[in-house]
């Protein structure tokens, strides 16, 4: 069983600080990229950052520069460092993973549960 467990979420007034991590647990072979998603009340879910499995990093417009996604290979983890935080990155954030169960398998994508960031005025 996969699972991907985050944490890290929380209240925090505008122009603060979270950082956000993902942990990945399960029988698996290879991660290969992950990511950071987020959902806020009435609007569809919509990519946050990506991370590929050498390192290379995509961000959406309206994060760049504030937030900074890193993982480490070896531990299975990811993390979202979100600065200058703003009351429109307020939302339910997932963290996503395209894992191989086996060498002969294709990657499939695993979510996590969501945690709640919420940004105040």
């Known amino acids: 069983q996969v699972q991907l467990v985050e944490s890290g979420g929380g209240l925090v007034q505008a122009g603060g600080s979270l950082r956000l991590s993902c942990a990945v647990s399960?029988?698996?072979?290879?991660?290969?990229?992950m990511g950071w998603y987020r959902q806020a009340p009435g609007k569809r879910r919509e990519l946050v950052a990506t991370?590929?499995?050498?390192?290379?990093?995509n961000y959406a417009d309206s994060v760049k520069g504030r937030f900074t996604i890193s993982r480490d290979n070896a531990k299975n983890t990811m993390s979202l460092q979100m600065n200058s935080l703003k009351p429109e990155d307020t939302a339910v954030y997932y963290c996503?993973?395209?894992?191989?169960?086996?060498?002969?398998?294709?990657?499939?994508?695993?979510w996590g549960q969501g945690t709640q960031v919420t940004v105040s005025s």
């Open positions: 996503s993973a395209a894992l191989r169960r086996t060498i002969a398998a294709f990657p499939d994508d695993y």
């Open positions: 399960g029988s698996i072979f290879s991660i290969d990229a």
């Open positions: 991370i590929a499995s050498e390192g290379s990093t």
